[in-house]
């Protein structure tokens, strides 16, 4: 059973920053790609990031410059750091990950930003 388990998030005032952190573990075919999407209330969820076993990144055109995707690929981990964060960004991040068969997703971590 393959998991994903994420941490980091919480609460931030606008301008600063946050790191989360997504951590797959189990049994699994070839990962394709991690990546990062959103949900906020009343919204549909959205892209955020995502970032292929070769290391190729895609950015949402509202986080360009701001957020920035990494994995370890060792260790099945994708981190999404978030700069410059506004109260737009307030929502519901997940971790996703693809393999050729089957796509997985953590729990969700409230990211909220406010003053």
């Known amino acids: 059973q393959v998991q994903l388990v994420q941490s980091g998030g919480g609460l931030v005032q606008p301008g600063g920053s946050l790191r989360l952190s997504c951590a797959a573990s189990g049994r699994m075919s070839s990962i394709v790609d991690m990546g990062w999407f959103r949900q906020a209330p009343g919204n549909q969820r959205e892209l955020v990031a995502r970032?292929?076993?070769?290391?190729?990144?895609n950015y949402a055109d509202f986080v360009k410059g701001r957020f920035t995707i990494s994995r370890d690929n060792a260790k099945n981990m994708v981190y999404l750091q978030m700069n410059s964060l506004n109260p737009e960004d307030t929502a519901v991040y997940y971790c996703?990950?693809?393999?050729?068969?089957?796509?997985?997703w953590g729990q969700g971590t409230q990211v909220t930003v406010s003053s």
């Open positions: 996703k990950l693809s393999t050729r068969i089957r796509t997985y």
């Open positions: 970032i292929t076993s070769s290391g190729t990144t």
